[in-house]
């Protein structure tokens, strides 16, 4: 049972869950998470991807259905531990989630909170700072690093608890292309080599492109769930709920709409010449 | 610019006194100033000069920052000294004009104060602020205050509020430039007219502070939740505090010095202080 699982769960902020007609911020939603994968939550703001994560690790219990996270429901208090230490979470603003003055007293935070002995920490801040690749800056103070900088010792800070799920809530939006770099190798890398499952919630349409998986968000409810390649290829769709889509595909997009004969579904500059080369040297 | 300020104006290091034991700075600095307070006669004032400049020396600190640290202090002493000298009654005046007499002992009285309080504020500045981070100071103090918890005292509460606090100074610091920026582009001026007028400048600079503070809080909140915070209850520390040797020889120095303050007050001497 190592997975996490929604069953028909509905979220509402509204604290009178007797109008007639509750504005849902996620409704009867179904879905099941894999160990392992890597996925991307996409959809515009309001669309209730971030209200979907804070459902995930307890942060908010749903209105009405259930979140299990291996197994262990979400709205039994005693699981919140076990089920936060197993599914960690990075926020958007990397300062609003430091909480001590000097970069490892940080990682080692979510440790401390947990009573882990204090050697044992130790090598846990090591290892998740290694893992980030920030260990220079071990005796920083956050304020001296870069955005990016900040929000990978934020990361460093989830796997010192040594979770089995990392969700990175719209944490690269407050980035420059530089610092969205870091986090998405960070991510990957986390994914391929330390296999933490990966749920990556953005409004970014590139960084779905790597996933194993995309859930696309309009309205509170899930309106597509596939790989990537599937999703891309529903170009009208995406378009129709105001999302982009990556600009290779877009442009084979508009050309296929003009009647020439291209591939759906394409992400990647590389891929999307490749294939305009073979469509012209077919065409001569 | 605002960002570069030092906070608690700690000096990094590896003088013997960085090297100490924060709790036992703690424990020293009270000592010293139980010490201070009990010098009476020139012997121990002097004694009490020694172990200042002692501890200056060993903390490699240099003398200007020193000096400067004592500037905000300069005022109070120089008041009370003066006050001291004209208001302190002897038996044979010095100086004679009539109103105004000035007695050796207010001269005494006004130049122990001093030392008093200059070494006060040598030795704790030497000992709490310049050779120890802010950080290693609020653990120290949760651990010296740890049997506290038994009475209920809010102990880890306290020292995680001053550790965020101490966390956010830079950051709100800098959030404050950004807002005081963006105010002036939209036309805000700051730096002209009377006091009110000033103060009223500050309004827009304060309201968007406070919101995001809030803001702040409440989502440091949330990400303090999510890494499993659930107060100081079953939590351990990375970092273990060890008593030294080396801390130990300090306690032994401090008590020899408190008693020898102590006993030098005994040796007689002319100089007779009101106080």
Known sequence: MSNIVFENVSYTYTEQPNLSNIPFAVKNINLTIEKGSSVVILGHNGSGKSTLAKLINGILLPTSGKVTVNGMDTSNQENILEIRRTVGMVFQNPDNQIVATVVEEDVAFGPENLGVPPHEIRSRVEYALNAVGMSEFRLHAPHQLSGGQKQRIAIAGVIAMKPQYIILDESTAMLDPYGRREILDTAHSLNKNENITTVLITHYMEEAVYADRVIVMNDGSVVMDGSPAYVFSNVDKLKAIGLDVPQPTELLYLLSKDGHKLPAGIMTVKDAADALEKYLLKGE | ?275
């Open chain 2, 1 to 275: 610019m605002l960002k570069d300020i030092t906070l608690g104006q700690f000096f990094p290091g590896n003088s013997p006194l960085h090297k100490m034991d924060p709790r036992m700075k703690i424990i020293i600095s009270a000592i010293f100033i139980v010490a201070i307070f009990f010098a009476k006669n020139i012997f121990s004032f002097a004694l009490l000069i020694l172990f200042s400049l002692i501890l200056t020396t060993l903390s490699g600190i240099k003398h200007s920052v020193i000096l400067k640290g004592l500037k905000p202090i300069v005022f109070i002493v120089v008041f009370t000294a003066i006050i001291n000298i004209f208001w302190t009654k002897g038996e044979t005046p010095l100086i004679n004009f009539g109103i105004i007499k000035i007695y050796p002992e207010g001269i005494y009285t006004a130049a122990f104060m001093i030392i008093r309080v200059v070494s006060l504020v040598v030795g704790t500045s030497l000992l709490l602020s310049y050779t120890t981070s802010p950080i290693a100071l609020t653990d120290a103090l949760e651990r010296l205050m740890n049997p506290l918890k038994k009475l209920k005292v809010p102990v880890h509460e306290f020292a995680m509020m001053m550790t965020i606090a101490l966390r956010f100074i830079p950051t709100l610091i800098e959030e404050t430039e950004k807002i005081m920026n963006a105010q002036k582009a939209r036309g805000a001026d700051f730096e002209s007219g009377n006091l009110l007028n000033r103060l009223k400048a500050l309004v827009p600079i304060l309201i968007p502070l406070f919101i995001s503070a809030f803001r702040r809080a409440d989502e440091l909140a949330v990400a303090m939740e999510c890494r499993c915070y659930h107060g100081g209850d079953g939590r351990t520390k990375m970092k273990i505090l060890r008593f030294s040797v080396f801390d130990f020889v300090w306690l032994f120095v401090m008590l020899i010095f408190s008693v020898s303050v102590f006993c030098l007050n005994y040796i007689p001497t002319t100089i007779k202080l009101s106080f």
